[in-house]
């Protein structure tokens, strides 16, 4: 049926973005090597630019310098006259708008690959904004297939308050990828391995794509964004119960209600207490203590995925 | 034979210090929690006081403000007369050494466990910093018999350029402690409880000697500190490969001459060319890239540990 085919440009101009956390070290490295080598990421149909995000950051080997960078893409930040006094991450943002953006004009890059690290037993993981984009779900499909049997796990953030101003957002395509367990300021060479391998793919499927290949409809299973949990906090906002064995380090696996879900520090244990089954992801990330969220609960579904090809002029 | 016993003063003043490294969750919520109640820690021989060291980096998540506290106490930072004008941390060690010091005076405490976390996968590893500390070793011979059959290692570092000045170097007898694996910033609760389990023990323990109990002589298994292996690094300073993936999580597990050591970008193996077997450990953990380390080497032995009963006056 020729009217599920969707029409996309060539996507002439990507990016891969390393760096956007400080000490997520991975993307870092790769950033760092292609940008002195960039054999490895070179195809004929695409121009593609590696670009470290924060440099102070990884510089500091911190998460950011003032601000979460990958929060700071909001139209507010990127349209305000500000200079020095503002924030470095929203000065950066407003960089990185100017060079890959502006966001949501005709001039955006066609697709950031934005690269990050968890300490969450999440395995490689994508990390979509749009249900309706469908060349970001055929590349995904793609990979999922070249990669097989190592799993890739798709997490649908299109959740209306949850969803956040990503530093990939400024381009067509925004990809996110997350790739764990791996400890902030560690380099893990199977973390390492795996990523260049997904971006390898990944470019590979663009070539492709802009070579004519037209990708036939599929079916994407993904993990849709339901609801932030936090810890049990005290008054003062200090933790008063941890991760539950049973849940730490089982991301992707169902929680029901009942199952344990914190234990805390004088061996209590908390239950789920959730209306059905969910699957928890993001479980026990160093990150995101401060903004307080011990997981996040996903709901499981396939989504159908046009074909798609090139537009032919 | 009585020439073989060792005596020693009651061990009555003991502090449990966490947040060495304001990033290191286990010590940071351990005496938090022990602050607030100090049941479980209390004992009637005993006096036992936790103490959170580097507050402001803990409030920062981070492993330091200025410069490394646990690099701090050499006696020409103790004796320096300066103010507010001194990195924060060398006031801090200034400070912890008129509470819990002076180092290498009667007037200090007895016994400082000094609770850290690691990215290594080193499992719970005390460090101690000499092999003639016959109190020490009793110790740990105790906490490695209540703990079994989990394990419990014991580095020791005596190596003359490679010891560093600690925070717990303070008390007559210092005892490092660290559990891993665990990132920064994370809490884990497998690892939390195993460090809370083996300072029960330690108190039991010093409970114990002072209530006059006499511990007969032993043997503990004890990895000596050899040499430290840096990254292989660019001229710039930059690592040029990484851990390698046989190497990766095995500290404590033989390294042999021709072994895999790291792997470069390019995917070339870099084996240990050593003269025979060392123990590695610290293998990757995320603290010692500044540090230029990329693991330590130790040598496996035993040592022979006197009896040691309290002084009878």
Chains 1, 2 share one sequence.
Not at 122 to 133: A, R, V
Not at 139 to 159: D, G, Q, R, T, W
Not at 233 to 238: K, S, W
Request: charged share 20%.
């Amino acid at each position: 049926m020729s009217s599920d085919v969707c029409c996309f440009a060539e996507a002439r101009r990507v990016a891969i973005f390393g760096g956007t956390h400080g000490n997520e070290m991975s993307g870092i490295m790769l950033v760092s090597m292609w940008t002195k080598n960039d054999s490895e990421i070179r195809r004929s149909r695409v121009h593609t630019k590696p670009f470290m995000c924060n440099p102070r950051a990884v510089e500091k080997c911190a998460r950011y310098i003032d601000t979460d960078l990958n929060r700071a893409f909001t139209a507010e930040n990127l349209s305000t006259p500000g200079g020095d006094e503002l924030p470095y991450e929203v000065r950066r943002a407003k960089e990185i708008n100017q060079i890959f953006g502006p966001k949501g004009s005709p001039d955006a890059y066609d697709v950031i690959f934005d690269l990050h690290n968890t300490t969450s037993n999440m395995g490689s993981t994508f990390i979509l904004e749009s249900s309706t984009d469908h060349f970001n779900l055929q590349m995904v499909h793609y990979i999922k297939k070249s990669m097989a049997p190592e799993s890739c796990m798709v997490l649908l953030n299109e959740h209306p308050q949850l969803k956040y101003a990503t530093t990939r957002s400024v381009a067509k395509h925004a990809v996110g990828l997350e790739v764990g367990p791996q400890p902030q300021g560690v380099l893990r060479s199977n973390i390492f391995e795996s990523m260049r391998m997904i971006v390898k793919h990944a470019l590979d499927f663009i070539e492709m794509f802009n070579s004519g290949v037209e990708f036939p409809a599929c079916r994407v299973q993904v993990f849709r964004v339901h609801e932030r949990v936090d810890y049990p906090r005290d008054t003062n906002g200090n933790i008063g119960a941890m991760v539950h064995p049973h849940l730490q380090d089982c991301d992707w696996e169902p929680l029901n209600p009942g199952d344990p879900m914190f234990q805390t520090f004088d061996g209590r244990t908390i239950v789920y207490e959730g209306a059905g089954s969910v699957y928890p992801t993001f479980i026990n990330e160093a990150a995101y203590y401060e903004k307080h969220q011990a997981f996040v609960t996903t709901f499981r579904e396939t989504l159908a995925v046009n074909s798609i090809r090139k537009n032919t002029k």
